[in-house]
């Protein structure tokens, strides 16, 4: 999710953003009385494409997990890894934002390296893939130099055994095909000049056209240029609006179409699953929109 005005600086296989800032009184008492609120949940969708041919299969989603101490250290990763091992998954996706999002971090320095190998402990019949946010791209500062990958949190997954799909689709073991868009706001000169590196028609363009399709992209504005043929695309990045009062979300970057916040979005037999995530962007606060693994079952209508 957008958070404006960070820098990054080189720090080799680490993430690179903000200063680092000391502990203090401020961080004591969000531990105290905050870190207790921000309790995980599981969140289910079950859809029924009614073209889908594929018997049902059972997707773990993991999104914006924005590693950094204090708000989501590596023991708050465990727990996550572990609570999504326990829901069985046949299919395992990152939808991107490994990289810290707040500010006031005691810690930029958290290693991709072990956060991806952290990240290989979830497995699944099918295979897990990712593919990057915007977080992952603005936080590399020789990727934004040279306006072009390779980016650190993408050599991590790979180096740890995660495929990530950048404008590349794959075929899994059970037929259904499994397409991966590149960031849509992957380049950043300032804060209202953003640029994308994603080619949807290029992306697609590798899926035979009768295939049963999900289309994993970061940033859910897409969905609107979605073809028909593809029955469901998953997506982060919004963190729900991640403060939320009845459903309604007061704050937004201008670059989140409020269309595509958080939740199902069905639009004729197209459908949207649009993950909450886990960490923060900007303040570590998270009201209505707790943070959350998603869970997706898909299988044929009927």
């Known amino acids: 999710m957008p958070d404006g005005g960070q820098t990054s600086r080189p720090r080799g296989a680490t993430q690179q953003g903000l200063p680092e800032t000391p502990a203090g009184p401020f961080h004591k008492l969000w531990h105290a009385l905050v870190r207790p609120t921000q309790r995980l949940k599981v969140r289910r969708y079950d859809i029924a494409p009614a073209r889908w ?11 914006d997990l924005h590693i950094c101490d204090p708000w989501v250290p590596l023991s708050r990763l465990d727990e996550v890894i572990e609570r999504a091992r326990s829901l069985t998954p046949d299919l395992v996706l990152f ?5 810290q999002g707040p500010n006031y971090v005691t810690s930029v320095d958290l ?12 497995t699944a019949p099918l295979g897990r893939y990712a593919v990057l946010g915007n977080h992952d791209w603005w936080h590399d500062a020789a990727a934004q130099k040279r306006r072009a990958g390779p980016v650190g949190a993408a050599q991590a997954l790979e180096a740890a055994g995660i495929p990530v799909l950048s404008n590349a689709a794959v075929e899994l073991p059970n037929g259904v095909w499994l397409a991966g868009l590149e960031s849509q706001e992957a380049l950043r000169r300032a804060r209202d000049d953003i640029e994308g590196l994603d080619d949807l028609p290029a992306t697609l363009a590798q899926v035979p056209q009768e295939a049963d399709t999900i289309l994993l992209a970061h940033e859910p504005n ?3 240029d979605v073809p028909d043929r593809v029955a469901l695309t998953l997506s982060g990045h919004t963190h729900g609006g991640q403060i939320r009062f009845f459903g309604w979300a007061p704050i937004l970057p201008r670059e989140i179409d409020r269309r595509f916040l958080h939740g199902h979005i069905r639009d004729g037999d197209r459908h949207l699953v649009i993950s909450d ?13 707790l943070p959350e693994i998603t869970v997706v079952e898909i299988g044929p209508a009927g």
């Open 95 to 99: 939808p991107g934002d490994l990289s």
């Open 277 to 289: 995530g886990i960490g923060y962007s900007k303040l570590p606060l998270r009201i209505g929109a």
């Open 53 to 63: 041919t594929t018997a049902r299969m059972r997707i773990v989603m993991v999104s």
């Open 111 to 122: 290693p991709l390296d072990e956060i991806a190998t952290r990240l290989a402990r979830l």
């Open 222 to 224: 897409v969905f609107a």
